[in-house]
């Protein structure tokens, strides 16, 4: 069956580059303006073109290092300057953490991410958390950690250890960045994707959904991760958690469809990165999720706990996936 002219030539990308395609952020408005059948069918045909749409790769997150964050990212409840019961820990011990990835891997995850609350890492703290990717690679998983800010000679240290991927979120777009955070630039955090790059590490690069922006910052984000050379392997997009004594905790739900359209917009946009549900997981429905991999989402974090907020347990999200007719991703990405 032939494809849907309209749909097929609807917000084309404006230009290519060396190894990927560049796209404005009039386009990607274009996408995100198509009636919503219309979006999901696009994504679908680019899935599909990839990836196995039926499996979902799995990962899981831990927190080695919670809370006292000098950030003041408006929407973190780690932040020092907010008053939200995170108190402030220590770097887990090793043992802690590989106990850990061990369970992570029995439920069935192939990628284990530790987070710490740092805004950068000092020299110490990197050997630490080297020796943790290590012995975690070790049992077979994939490895990936965010720690803020690195300076030189940090992500080379890094990859030497094995790791795979290095996570640095945009959060959101440069116009509306400002209202969001004001302890870092945006430039300091393409300065940090840079040193990724340039060390040979694979980037885990997304943004937030629901900080109040609106449709054409959420595209401006976007437009800035799909146009990074080359786009993020992987791509999480978070839904906004409103916790209690962050400045974003009055802030209004995003609609539902707006969310999903975000995740096809990645899709389309960026076709061979892999699209994760990140936080905010635990306030959506099945049927939310499902449209979600409908969208064009083919990873998801996974257990029980998503750094300091809730995210859904490994059965139900198990059961899910069998009544979805879908499939742990068993391969590396």
Not at 171 to 188: A, L, N, V
Not at 201 to 228: D, H, P, T
Request: charged share 25%; aromatic share 6%.
């Amino acid at each position: 069956m032939q494809a849907d002219p309209a749909v097929a030539t609807a917000a084309r990308p404006v230009t290519s580059r060396r190894n990927c395609t560049s796209w404005d952020v009039e386009a990607i408005l274009g996408l995100y303006e198509l009636p919503f059948a219309d979006l999901l069918y696009r994504a679908q045909q680019v899935h599909r073109q990839h990836f196995d749409a039926n499996t979902i790769q799995l990962s899981t997150l831990l927190s080695i290092k919670t809370g006292g964050c000098p950030e003041d990212c408006a929407y973190c409840p780690q932040s020092a300057r907010y008053e939200t019961g995170v108190e402030a820990e220590k770097l887990l011990p090793m043992d802690e953490v590989l106990e850990a990835a061990r369970a992570a891997k029995a439920n069935g995850a192939t990628r284990f991410c530790m987070g710490a609350a740092w805004r950068s890492p000092k020299p110490h703290q990197v050997d630490a958390v080297a020796g943790m990717v290590q012995a975690v690679k070790a049992m077979g998983l994939e490895t990936c950690v965010t720690l803020g800010m690195l300076r030189d000679g940090q992500a080379e240290q890094l990859r030497e250890a094995g790791l795979d991927y290095y996570n640095h979120n945009l959060d959101t777009s440069p116009e509306f960045y400002g209202q969001i955070i004001t302890t870092r630039t945006y430039q300091d955090r393409l300065d940090t994707l840079n040193r990724v790059r340039d060390a040979g590490i694979k980037v885990c690069c997304g943004g937030i959904v629901g900080l109040g922006e609106s449709r054409r910052e959420r595209a401006g984000l976007i437009a800035q991760l799909a146009n990074l050379d080359p786009y993020p392997e992987s791509v999480p997009i978070n839904n906004l958690v409103r916790v209690e004594g962050t400045p974003l905790a009055v802030n209004e739900a995003v609609d539902p469809f707006e969310f999903v359209r975000t995740i096809a917009v990645a899709r389309i946009t960026m076709p061979q990165a892999m699209v994760r549900l990140s936080a905010g997981r635990e306030q959506m429905d099945d049927a939310l999720q499902a449209l979600c991999f409908m969208a064009g989402a083919n990873s998801m974090f996974y257990g029980d706990r998503l750094l300091t907020t809730e995210n859904p347990q490994a059965e139900a999200d198990r059961q899910l996936l069998r009544r979805l007719g879908m499939r742990a991703d068993t391969g590396a990405h």
